[in-house]
């Protein structure tokens, strides 16, 4: 492909696209409307700049190519698609299937129209003639969405994995490209079962990474993801900065309420614990007096919850009784009240179970407890509880008896899968 000087006006062309890119990936409405006017009004003066190249300007067939490629680019800066854009960008690929850009702009396309085999394809034909990381970033989303919910969504994700991996090998500084390692290891941890953590902890670090980065700074969704996976890891504090960051660069994300929604359960947490779930002496004399005759599980000791420590507990054994359940606005994770044969109360956080499997009254086994005193500071309050954390089923039993396989359930969450 023949190099365009600074007059030449297909390049004034190729730059007004870059600024028109640019304000796609950096601009936020609280008014999604507003955002598409301003794309729209910015596709059409570089249409029409186009337009007005004289024909002879742009027969040869290397910039007749560039010409068809820089409108379909045009046509495409909108979410929907467009089938004039496929039409242009198809055509420049077959005036210089050298031109790689044209390609990658073809696979969004196709994206958008759901024919992911054929976006896969044009990502696939890009990468045979070149490393290129903004293509590993397309593919490791790609691989991801093709693979949703199918039987082999495992080792697509690991795949995803490394073409994120790859990309940041290439540029170690490209914040698109951490942001893109910590969607695949997020997204790897809830489709292998929530088993590995460390997945979580490598998302986290990912995301670390691509904050240090300026245009990666500005992605709303990188905030909004690092603190889901900060109220995953009950990281509370972390996690209402991180909404709060991204309610600040996209209104139109809403991620305010979820702010909202976070420190009304942090309120209900606290009340539960200081008015010990507003349960009578009598009655808790009564609901804890059966708690004796349970007997703790060989090989383990019996401990309240008063003299845990801060962390995991092995060995030990916790026998409670639940008190209430403390209803909240996200599914995941189920919040109980329990109480111990002393009368001690906290907090159960339970990602295991499916809901309605834990009622008032039942008899609680917890296992190898980890067990977490909160102190939580935002907005000139702190919010303090204790608290258990069961993530998996093998670490309660109810009313002596473990839980059944079908009473289990797998925490999930999503990633961003948005071509960019």
Not at 35 to 62: C, F, M, N, W
Request: proline share 4%; hydrophobic share 40%.
């Amino acid at each position: 492909m023949e190099s365009l000087d600074e007059e030449d006006p297909l390049k004034t062309a190729a730059m007004a696209l870059e600024e028109l890119y640019l304000v796609r990936d950096t601009f936020f409405s609280s008014d999604p409307l507003v955002k598409k006017t301003r794309l729209d009004h910015g596709a059409s003066q570089v249409l029409a700049s186009l337009d007005s190249i004289p024909y002879e300007h742009r027969r040869p067939a290397s910039r007749r190519a560039q010409f068809e490629y820089l409108r379909g680019k045009a046509l495409d800066v909108g979410s929907e698609y467009c089938k004039e854009a496929e039409d242009h960008l198809s055509k420049a690929v077959k005036l210089d299937p050298s031109l790689s850009d044209a390609w990658s702009c073809l696979g969004n396309c196709f994206w958008k129209k759901e024919d992911l085999m054929a976006a896969k394809n044009c990502f696939n034909l890009v990468l045979k003639k070149a490393p290129n990381k903004k293509i590993l970033r397309q593919l490791s989303m790609l691989e991801r969405r093709i693979a949703k919910g199918s039987s082999n969504e495992a080792e697509a994700v690991e795949e995803s994995i490394k073409h994120a991996k790859d990309a940041v090998s290439l540029d170690v500084k490209d914040g698109q490209s951490w942001y893109t390692l910590g969607n695949a290891y997020l997204m790897s941890f809830f489709v292998t079962g929530t088993w590995d953590q460390n997945k979580l902890r490598r998302s986290l670090k990912a995301y670390q990474n691509a904050e240090k980065d300026e245009l990666a700074n500005s992605n709303p969704d990188l905030y909004f993801n690092c603190a889901t996976v900060n109220r995953y890891l009950e990281d509370y504090e972390r996690a209402l900065k991180g909404f709060q960051a991204a309610a600040l660069r996209d209104p139109g994300l809403h991620a305010d309420e979820e702010v909202e929604k976070l420190v009304k359960l942090l309120a209900k947490l606290e009340d539960a614990m200081v008015n010990k779930g507003r349960l009578k002496a009598k009655k808790l004399a009564s609901l804890v007096s059966t708690l004796h005759l349970e007997n703790a599980p060989d090989k383990l000791k019996q401990m309240n919850v008063m003299v845990l420590q801060e962390g995991l507990n092995k060995g030990i054994v916790v026998l409670c009784k639940a008190v209430l359940s403390i209803r909240h606005d996200n599914p995941v994770p189920l919040f109980y009240l329990l109480v111990d044969s002393e009368g001690s109360y906290f907090v159960l956080s339970i990602y295991a179970l499916r809901e309605g499997v834990i009622k008032e009254g039942d008899s609680i086994t917890l296992f190898e407890p980890l067990f977490r005193h909160f102190e939580v500071f935002w907005d000139n309050k702190v919010y303090k509880f204790s608290s258990v954390r069961v993530d998996f089923p093998q670490q309660i039993h109810v009313n002596c008896k473990p839980t059944s396989s079908q009473n289990a359930v797998f925490s999930t969450i999503q990633a961003d899968h948005v071509p960019p």
